[in-house]
């Protein structure tokens, strides 16, 4: 059974695999400097959110349709993560009439659940990050900040749980980081001829210019 056609991660782990489930707070909080053909981007700015392998399970944020290159959505979303998982991916695009319904492509990177799982942090940490986005030939293109949380204890499979050592990791080889020297279909699958690479955290540059619009 491919669990690519599936539509709930952890029920399809559970049912079918010796593996258990945790529950995630993941928040898109905003994006900085984005553009398309190097003109920053105007409006209608939204995300997309999938898990490793599932790429029909599908979260995305609501469009923002004001603030151009420096989008705030602070838009959170529980997340079923299998314990087998070992990143996400997180794709920004833009809304037009002319453009594909799953939007222009601007960027996109891979966030490693070594990030935010299996550290010396409380199993409930809230964890501010940083990724920079790549678009479709691999060029930086803007910065996403996201935030994540385990908000429940990990639910166990009726099979037999994963070793302690490979808590929330792969048995597999981790996604490569750094800059890809050719196009390529990603790992992921989510864009065929893309370059998507595992995002790295990097310091969180200036807040949205529309965020204190907003809050007042």
């Not at 959110?49 to 959505?73: A, Q």
């Not at 010396?120 to 691999?138: I, N």
Request: hydrophobic share 30%; net charge positive; proline share 7%.
């Amino acid at each position: 059974m491919n669990p690519r056609n599936k539509e709930d991660p952890c029920e399809y782990y559970m049912a079918n695999e010796s593996a258990g489930c945790r529950s995630l707070e993941f928040t898109v909080i905003s994006a900085e400097d984005l553009r398309i053909k190097g003109k920053h981007v105007k409006n209608n700015v939204f995300v997309t959110v999938k898990v490793e392998n599932f790429t029909e399970h599908m979260l995305t944020t609501k469009v923002d349709p004001e603030c151009g290159s420096y989008p705030f959505w602070n838009q959170q979303f529980p997340v079923d993560l299998p314990l087998r998982t070992t990143f996400l991916t997180i794709e920004v695009h833009r809304r037009n009439k002319s453009s594909h319904h799953r939007g222009q492509f601007i960027g996109g990177a891979r966030i490693p659940v070594s990030d935010f799982i299996g550290d010396y942090a409380p199993e409930t940490f809230l964890h501010l990050l940083s990724y920079r986005l790549r678009d479709s030939v691999g060029e930086r293109n803007g910065i996403i900040n996201v935030s994540v949380r385990t908000r429940t204890r990990t639910r166990a499979s009726s099979r037999s749980m994963p070793p302690a050592n490979s808590y929330g990791r792969s048995t597999s080889s981790k996604p490569e980081m750094g800059i890809p020297a050719g196009q390529q279909r990603t790992e992921s699958g989510v864009r065929a001829g893309a370059v998507m690479v595992t995002g790295i955290p990097i310091p969180c540059g200036i807040p949205s210019p529309c965020k204190a619009d907003r809050s007042s």
